[in-house]
């Protein structure tokens, strides 16, 4: 499985963007690249995924480099309520298609 | 709203005791999966199955079990709890197209006593 990197925290300030990086030196070409965020106590929640190209929903923008080492998840304007653990994950294409998931990014949105 | 419904919030359980962990799922996924989530461990995946009756070990299926006889449904059972299986389980259902994401119920706080 390739594997992700994410620092171990972060603090971002409420209206501003929060840029959360993620690094995946080793994702093969047919790998896509997820993120899910998992706020306190509750189940993770799925918030975008991409292959090569940018992508932009109501959440968030997923940024993603030309050589596909390294994304970048951002957060256009921080709430409180985005406040949650961030995983980075690289999905596996086999049987059942499971994710395995990484330590994450602990991000701290303050007022 | 598409849902993931796991069949209870907090559940105490004495040692021994034989414990089911209900999931079920109202959008037609064929994928269905077991995480637990422990204080600095992180999300481990215990068992999945990718088709009604299939089911494939994860990471830590030790002390656990499966089954899956109808798509909707997918069962965790602890044979004989034991109190390192205290944990929160989460439960997640996936289409098996490649690109589409996982959704996740709201997870069973596990206590075994």
């Known amino acids: 499985d390739a594997k992700t990197t994410q620092p171990t925290s972060m603090d971002c300030a409420e209206g501003r963007a929060a840029n959360l990086p993620c690094n995946h030196s080793?994702?093969?070409?047919?790998?896509?690249v997820y993120w899910y965020r998992q706020i306190h106590s509750q189940g993770p929640q799925y918030i975008i995924h991409?292959?090569?190209n940018n992508e932009t929903n109501e959440m968030a923008s997923l940024i993603i480099t030309e050589d596909r080492k390294s994304s970048t998840l951002i957060l256009p304007h921080a709430t409180l309520r985005d406040t949650a653990v961030y995983y980075c994950?690289?999905?596996?294409?086999?049987?059942?298609?499971?994710?395995?998931f990484g330590g994450g990014t602990r991000v701290l949105v303050k007022p | 709203d598409v849902k993931v419904t796991q069949s209870s919030r907090y559940l105490v359980k004495r040692t021994g005791e034989k414990v089911f962990l209900e999931c079920v799922q109202d959008?037609?996924?064929?994928?269905m999966f077991w995480y637990r989530q422990d204080p600095g461990l992180g999300l481990r995946l215990i068992y999945f199955?990718?088709?009604?009756?299939?089911?494939e070990k994860g990471d830590i299926p030790e002390g656990y079990s499966v089954s899956r006889e109808k798509k909707e449904r997918f069962s965790l059972i602890l044979e004989s709890a034991s109190t390192n299986q205290t944990s929160m389980y989460l439960c997640?259902?996936?289409?098996?197209?490649?690109?589409?994401?996982?959704?996740f119920g709201s997870g069973t706080r596990l206590t075994v006593v």
């Open positions: 997640a259902s996936a289409r098996s197209d490649r690109g589409y994401g996982y959704t």
């Open positions: 199955s990718y088709d009604v009756k299939m089911k």
């Open positions: 959008m037609d996924h064929e994928n």
């Open positions: 080793t994702i093969s070409g047919n790998e896509y």
């Open positions: 994950i690289v999905r596996v294409e086999a049987a059942g298609n499971k994710l395995t």
């Open positions: 991409g292959l090569k």
